[in-house]
C-alpha cells in the first residue's frame, strides 16, 4: 500500500500533527468498532436480532473485510510509516499494548461466538423473522385489539 507518499513534503512538525491525527482517528474507529462488536454479543444474549444489530454487525463485517483485504494488516499502517512512525503502529500511543498486538486474535472468537448467538435466535424464530413479528401482529393488545 502506497500510504501518504506526499507527507515526506510536510515539515516534521506537520508529519508529527497529521501522525497523532491518524492514531487519534484510528483509536476512534476502534472504539467505535468495538462498541458494535459488544452490541452485537449483548444483542445474540438476549436473544434480539433487528435493524441495529444488522447494522452493527454490518460495521463489524465491513471492518473485517478491509483487515483481511489489506492482508490483515490495519491501512493505516502504510500513512502511519509514511508520516514517520518507526513501525507505522497506530495503536502504540492510544491502545494498550497487549491489546493493541493481540487484537486479531480476540476478535475471532468474539465473532464466531456473535454469528453462533444470532443463528441460535434465527433458528429459534422458526427460521425467518418475519415469523416472529407476524406472531407478534397476531398477539392481542392490552385492551383487546389486535396489532396490525
Same mark, same amino acid.
Given at each position: 500500500?502506497?500510504?501518504?507518499?506526499?507527507?515526506?513534503?510536510?515539515?516534521?512538525?506537520?508529519?508529527?500533527?497529521?501522525?497523532?491525527?491518524?492514531?487519534?482517528?484510528?483509536?476512534?474507529?476502534?472504539?467505535?468498532?468495538?462498541?458494535?462488536?459488544?452490541?452485537?454479543?449483548?444483542?445474540?444474549?438476549?436473544?434480539?436480532?433487528?435493524?441495529?444489530?444488522?447494522?452493527?454487525?454490518?460495521?463489524?463485517?465491513?471492518? =473485517?473485510?478491509?483487515?483481511?483485504?489489506?492482508?490483515?494488516?490495519?491501512?493505516?499502517?502504510?500513512?502511519?510509516?509514511?508520516?514517520?512512525?518507526?513501525?507505522?503502529?497506530? =495503536?502504540?500511543?492510544?491502545?494498550?499494548?497487549?491489546?493493541?498486538?493481540?487484537?486479531?486474535?480476540?476478535?475471532?472468537?468474539?465473532?464466531?461466538?456473535?454469528?453462533?448467538?444470532?443463528?441460535?435466535?434465527?433458528?429459534?424464530?422458526?427460521?425467518?423473522?418475519?415469523?416472529?413479528?407476524?406472531?407478534?401482529?397476531?398477539?392481542?393488545?392490552?385492551?383487546?385489539?389486535?396489532?396490525?
Amino acid at each position: 500500500m502506497a500510504g501518504l507518499r506526499a507527507a515526506q513534503e510536510f515539515p516534521e512538525a506537520g508529519r508529527a500533527s497529521l501522525l497523532r491525527a491518524v492514531k487519534a482517528f484510528h483509536t476512534f474507529a476502534w472504539f467505535t468498532i468495538e462498541a458494535c462488536m459488544a452490541y452485537v454479543l449483548y444483542a445474540g444474549v438476549r436473544g434480539r436480532t433487528d435493524r441495529t444489530v444488522g447494522l452493527a454487525a454490518g460495521v463489524v463485517t465491513a471492518e =473485517t473485510l478491509v483487515f483481511a483485504a489489506n492482508g490483515f494488516h490495519c491501512p493505516l499502517t502504510a500513512v502511519a510509516k509514511d508520516l514517520g512512525d518507526k513501525t507505522g503502529s497506530v =495503536t502504540d500511543i492510544y491502545l494498550p499494548q497487549w491489546l493493541a498486538s493481540n487484537l486479531p486474535a480476540i476478535h475471532v472468537p468474539l465473532i464466531l461466538a456473535a454469528v453462533l448467538l444470532h443463528w441460535r435466535n434465527y433458528r429459534a424464530a422458526g427460521g425467518t423473522a418475519r415469523r416472529r413479528s407476524e406472531a407478534a401482529r397476531s398477539q392481542p393488545r392490552p385492551g383487546g385489539r389486535r396489532r396490525g
